[in-house]
């Protein structure tokens, strides 16, 4: 063995020893590593199951849909509307706003297309959602006492709510949603030309008066909207929360009452 720069070096022999056994090393590892010819795998088979019935999308002819000029019915402007009935049937599939796409039933109005007294409340609530019909369930049943005292029946009067459509879990509307729909409520107030109205709730009187006041404040008096005379009073669904507030509501229907007959009277009168 040579040694330099203090290292120790493989004599020729131990070099060509140690090579051999390295490429003896090599093809042994080379044949072990040959392909061992295993047996073939197991063929998973799925076991194909009953067929199941075949869903066949109802034919929807979406062609339009996409077509910028293309009108659809809740597009229409409200006003187009001649009658309730087409101002029904335009909306009834409304999605100008995201309650078109949770409500159950589109919730128009009930009532006298002709009625001299119209009643607004603010949107549908459960009860309403799924019988496509305002004031039903406790509240509308206290609405039909109230009515009855003044000497009206549901037949008499029509009734309505300033959104069409229920919000989620009976939240407060959003301004957006409260735009996109009153103008269905002031085409039925056209068609309707009611001689006086009635809000229901505080969100349906500070919606049609414009204001930011409490209802608490704004009942008790006759104010105008558009032209027409309207009374503010509290929400059935509140009477039956705070019957403290029976007393107040009875007194701004009897004050409804009178009015309408005033103006009845005075109508008639001048034709
Ligand atoms: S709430 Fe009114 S605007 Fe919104 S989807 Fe219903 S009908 Fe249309």
Redesign the pocket.
């Known amino acids: 063995m040579l040694i330099r720069e203090g290292k120790r070096l493989p004599s020729e022999e131990t070099v060509i020893a140690l090579r051999r056994e390295v490429e003896s090393a090599a093809v042994a590892r080379s044949q072990s590593a040959a392909p061992t010819p295993v047996e073939p795998a197991a063929r998973v088979t799925a076991t194909p199951s009953a067929p199941g019935p075949i869903v066949v999308a109802p034919a929807r002819d979406d062609s339009d849909l996409f077509d910028a000029n293309a009108e659809h019915p809740?597009q229409r402007h409200p006003s187009s509307s001649g009658s309730l009935g087409e101002l029904h049937d335009n909306?009834a599939a409304?999605?100008?706003?995201?309650?078109?796409?949770t409500?159950t039933e589109?919730v128009f109005g009930v009532g006298n297309p002709n009625a001299g007294v119209m009643f607004v409340g603010e949107?549908p609530g459960r009860d309403e959602d799924l019988q496509g019909e305002p004031f039903v369930g406790r509240a509308g049943q206290l609405l039909n006492k109230i009515l009855e005292a003044i000497g009206f029946t549901r037949e008499d009067v029509y009734i309505a709510n300033i959104?069409?459509?229920r919000p989620p879990g009976n939240r407060n509307?959003e301004p957006s949603?409260i735009a996109?729909?009153e103008p269905?409520l002031r085409r039925q107030i056209e068609l309707i030309r009611p001689l006086i109205l009635c809000t229901l709730g505080a969100f349906a009187a500070k919606t049609m008066l414009g204001v930011n006041t409490g209802i608490t404040k704004l009942r008790g008096q006759i104010h105008d909207y558009h032209g027409i005379p309207l009374v503010p009073t509290f929400h059935p669904a509140a009477l039956l929360r705070n019957p403290n507030w029976k007393r107040p509501t009875w007194e701004d229907v009897q004050m409804l009452r009178r009015e309408y007959d005033r103006l009845r009277e005075a109508s008639s009168a001048s034709s």
């Open positions: 809740w909306y409304c999605r100008r706003c995201p309650l078109g796409d409500r589109f949107a959104l069409k459509c509307p949603e996109s729909c269905i």
